[in-house]
């Protein structure tokens, strides 16, 4: 029922988001990964950005601070106009927003249990910036995002600046790839020079 559907299948098809899917444990600290999909007036995204990047550590929340942090970062996350900021004549509105953190142990509901901590977890305190291919205990967590918007203007759609590095200072790089009509593009914006203008 929904027009939406094609759109996100075709996003969740590319090649580059399937591996980040399933490697979870092999993203590299600092660069995140925002895949856009453009189809009309519609535009899909879906962003993934390791746990580090977004709140500085990845290990299971055990304070109140990490979990508000965590709950902080989702909010900051549900509002992608305010990271990825499209030219105002497009007059885009996100029509869906979601965001959530995953891997670790963040997929369990453990937080609505009224104990505060949970029995001992893996933590690993120091460098998780070797990677392993053990999928979900790796001990890294991703938040991951996707985002439906329709854009009056889609025409006007040049390109992002991506507030994002303001928002989150342990952000380098963004990578993207943007689908449309005339074909899949790849982009790196890199912190120092955050913005992005789409190619002819
Ligand atoms: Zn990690």
Excluded: W
Excluded at 42 to 54: C, H, K, N, S, W
Excluded at 74 to 87: H, K, Q, S
Excluded at 139 to 155: I, K
Excluded at 163 to 170: D, K, L, R
Aim: proline share 5%; net charge negative.
């Amino acid at each position: 029922m929904k027009p939406t559907l094609p759109i996100i299948a075709l996003v969740a098809a590319m090649p580059a988001f399937a591996q980040e899917t399933r490697s979870l444990g092999a993203h590299e600290h600092g660069v995140a990964a925002l895949n856009i999909a453009i189809d009309g007036a519609l535009v899909a995204m879906e962003f993934r950005a390791p746990g580090a990047d977004i709140v500085g550590f990845e290990y299971a929340a055990e304070s109140d601070a990490d979990r508000a942090a965590i709950t902080a970062a989702i909010g900051l996350l549900r509002a992608p106009l305010d990271l990825f900021v499209l030219p105002a004549a497009a007059g885009c509105i996100v029509t869906e927003a979601d965001a959530d953190l995953e891997g670790g142990m963040a997929d369990d509901d453990h937080d609505d249990h009224d104990h505060d901590h949970d029995q001992a977890h893996d933590h690993e305190d120091d460098g998780h910036d070797d990677h392993s291919d053990e999928d979900h205990e790796a001990g890294h967590t991703e938040f991951h995002a996707t985002y439906l918007l329709t854009c009056d203007d889609p025409e006007a759609l040049s390109g992002i600046s991506f507030a994002y590095f303001e928002t989150f200072p342990n952000a380098r790089e963004v990578e993207v790839q943007l689908i449309t009509s005339s074909g899949a593009q790849a982009f790196e914006v890199e912190r120092a020079s955050p913005t992005l203008e789409f190619g002819p």
